[in-house]
C-alpha cells in the first residue's frame, strides 16, 4: 500500500497568514504517460463529510477560492491557503488515488488564531 | 448535481454482518464517468478506503478486510449496498458512500460523498 504521510499534525496561522501543508507518498504517485499527479485535497469541517479542494496535485475543483493552492509532484505535495479565513479552520486531507488500495494522510488540523 | 445517501442500523453486534445501502439521486448507478464505493473513517484509523464497483461490474476491494466485503448493486432503484461480516469493535467507524471521478479507465478523486452513517460495534 502506498503510505501518505502528513506534516505538520496540526497548525495554528493568524487571519490573513498563510498556510502550509504538506504531505508525502512513500513511492511515486506520477504517471508518465499521461503527465499527472495522482494527488488530491480534502477539507473536512465537524460532523461534515470530506470536500474535495484539489485534484490532479493542483487543479482546483469547481467553486474552491483560489486561496487555496496544490503543488508538488513523483512523492512531495503541498497545499498552500494564501491568505488564511475564519472559516478554513478544518481538518485537510492528502489522498492517493494512483493504485488501489487507495490511501489517505492522517490528516492536518489548521486553527486560526 | 450527484447526490448519495447511506441508511442502515447504527448498532452491530461482534461477529455478525454489516449491512449498508447508499441510494444515488441526481444521476444512473449504471453511469460510466463515476466509480461507487464506500470509505470509512474512524478515529484510531483515519480515513480507509473499504472498496468500490464499476458500471462494467469490475470490483475493488480494500485486501485489508480479507474476504469479509461484499458489494452488490439494485440497478432498478439505483442504490448499492456493502456486506462487511465478522465485525469486530475495530470496524467501528463512520461509514461514507463515496464516488470517484472515472479518468483514462481508473478512479480518480472523490468527488461526492454522502453525509455519512456511525456504524458501533458493540454487544
Known amino acids: 500500500d502506498i503510505v501518505m504521510t502528513q506534516s505538520p499534525d496540526s497548525l495554528a496561522v493568524s487571519l490573513g497568514e498563510r498556510a502550509t501543508i504538506k504531505c508525502k507518498s512513500s513511492?511515486?504517485?506520477?504517471?508518465?504517460?499521461?503527465?499527472?499527479?495522482?494527488i488530491a485535497w480534502y477539507q473536512q469541517k465537524p460532523g461534515q463529510p470530506p470536500k474535495l479542494l484539489i485534484y490532479w496535485a493542483s487543479t482546483r475543483e469547481s467553486g474552491v477560492p483560489d486561496r487555496f493552492r496544490g503543488s508538488g509532484s513523483r512523492t512531495d505535495f503541498t497545499l498552500t491557503i494564501t491568505s488564511v479565513r475564519a472559516e478554513d479552520a478544518a481538518i485537510y486531507f492528502c489522498?492517493?488515488?494512483?493504485?488501489?488500495?487507495?490511501?489517505f494522510g492522517q490528516g492536518t488540523r489548521l486553527e486560526v488564531k | 448535481q450527484l447526490h448519495v445517501q447511506e441508511s442502515g442500523p447504527g448498532l452491530v453486534k461482534p461477529s455478525e454482518t454489516l449491512s449498508l445501502t447508499c441510494t444515488v439521486s441526481?444521476?444512473?448507478?449504471?453511469?460510466?464517468?463515476?466509480?461507487w464505493g464506500w470509505i470509512r473513517q474512524s478515529p484510531g484509523k483515519g480515513l480507509e478506503w473499504v472498496g468500490s464497483?464499476?458500471?462494467?461490474?469490475?470490483?475493488y476491494f480494500n485486501p485489508s478486510l480479507k474476504g469479509r466485503l461484499s458489494i452488490s448493486v439494485d440497478k432498478s432503484k439505483n442504490q448499492f449496498s456493502l456486506r462487511l461480516s465478522s465485525l469486530t469493535a475495530a470496524d467501528t467507524a463512520v461509514y461514507y458512500c463515496?464516488?470517484?471521478?472515472?479518468?483514462?479507465?481508473?478512479?480518480?478523486?472523490?468527488?461526492?460523498w454522502g453525509q455519512g452513517t456511525l456504524v458501533t460495534v458493540s454487544s
Open positions: 463515496a464516488v470517484q471521478s472515472e479518468h483514462d479507465s481508473a478512479s480518480g478523486p472523490v468527488r461526492y
Open positions: 441526481g444521476g444512473s448507478i449504471s453511469s460510466r464517468n463515476y466509480y
Open positions: 513511492q511515486s504517485v506520477f504517471l508518465f504517460s499521461n503527465d499527472k499527479n495522482y
Open positions: 464497483f464499476y458500471s462494467t461490474g469490475s470490483t
Open positions: 489522498h492517493q488515488y494512483y493504485t488501489t488500495p487507495i490511501t
